[in-house]
């Protein structure tokens, strides 16, 4: 995995664009980087980059044996996940519904998984009972799924598969669980809603991160790995 960084480089240069649409989050240009729709498309939005980067050591340290991702958008979140550890294994699902992407957003996905050789991401096209089939046919039970990733309607649908044991991480949604937990920039993107011994290690992992994060902007792209992408 050690090339998936310079892999998702060139695939942002050629088949991304920055849509950043910070107006309201004047604050996250220097921290969180930039997020990215397909070239030509404002929706659907991935995820910001320092977010994928948190995903990517929270996996590295957590090595979770499944990940579901609900729901994969770009395929930014999923593909972050999957690098993080060559032995987790990463479902994500999505309909391309929103934006009205459709083929291009599946194929897209697809195109990400595949340069960046991410063959433990499954990706699946539709909503959750067919990620749900999906599961079934690999023998993957609920108890499996260490980690859920929610960004988008998956909040409604994450109760399906959630489950006591599942550490669960949400984009944008701080009090879905009602809970306080963990929160990466000050509770408006991810949140991870962790049991209390994990907090610990939450802050350990991400650690580099904010020292890098907490700096200024020239500090902060040289450490991100596509940050030289506009
Ligand atoms: C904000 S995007 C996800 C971005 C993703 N995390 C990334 O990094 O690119 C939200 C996605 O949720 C999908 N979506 C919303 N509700 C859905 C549903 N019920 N079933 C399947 N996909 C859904 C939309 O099609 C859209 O692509």
Same mark, same amino acid.
């Given at each position: 995995m050690g090339d998936f960084f310079s892999k998702l480089a060139e695939f942002v240069a050629a088949r991304m664009d920055v849509q950043d649409q910070l107006d309201g989050l004047p604050d996250y240009r220097a921290i969180m980087g930039h997020r990215y729709a397909l070239r030509?498309?404002?929706?659907p939005l991935s995820i910001f980059q320092g977010e994928g980067l948190a995903l990517y050591l929270f996996v590295k340290a957590f090595q979770p044996r499944v990940v579901l991702d609900?729901?994969? *958008?770009?395929g930014f979140a999923a593909a972050h996940m999957a690098a993080g550890h060559q032995f987790t294994k990463v479902y994500s699902v999505d309909n391309y519904s929103e934006g009205g992407v459709g083929d291009a957003g599946w194929d897209a996905a697809c195109e990400l998984v595949q340069t960046c050789d991410l063959r433990n991401a499954k990706l699946i096209r539709g909503t959750h009972p067919d990620l749900m089939r999906a599961l079934d046919a690999d023998g993957v039970t609920l108890g499996d799924i260490d980690l859920l990733f929610l960004d988008g309607g998956g909040k409604d649908v994450s109760r399906v598969f959630d489950h006591p044991g599942t550490v669960v991480i949400t984009h944008d949604e701080p009090t879905w669980l009602g809970t306080a937990d963990f929160r990466l920039?000050? *509770?408006?993107h991810l949140t991870f809603h962790v049991p209390p011994e994990m907090l610990p290690m939450c802050f350990t992992i991400l650690s580099p991160y904010f020292m890098i994060g907490v700096s200024d902007e020239v500090a902060w792209r040289p450490g991100l790995p596509v940050g030289s992408v506009r």
């Open positions: 030509g498309r404002t929706e609900l729901f994969t *958008g770009t920039m000050g *509770g408006s």
